[in-house]
């Protein structure tokens, strides 16, 4: 199974919306904020871009707060 950590924005709405679901639906995840910036580098160079939320699904990245939402709904709800 793939490692999952996802780096987010305390202050970003995209990162709160993915923040929430995990809450709301009792899903716990390795949490990185990119106010750290040793979490900031690690994100730019192994993801590619400065964008938040960023699940990394082992090794690679997936952007988009509904596409990250979308992620977890199928591998935690169904």
Known sequence: MDELKLYYLPT???????LR?????????DLH????PANKEY???HG?????PCL???DRPLYESDD???YLSEKYLN
């Open 12 to 18: 970003c709405p995209f990162s709160l919306k993915v």
């Open 56 to 58: 990394f699904i082992g």
């Open 48 to 52: 590619g871009k400065n964008q938040v």
């Open 68 to 70: 990250i939402i979308d």
């Open 21 to 29: 679901f995990l809450e709301s639906n009792s899903i716990v995840l």
């Open 33 to 36: 904020s990119t106010t750290e």
């Open 43 to 45: 994100l730019l160079k």
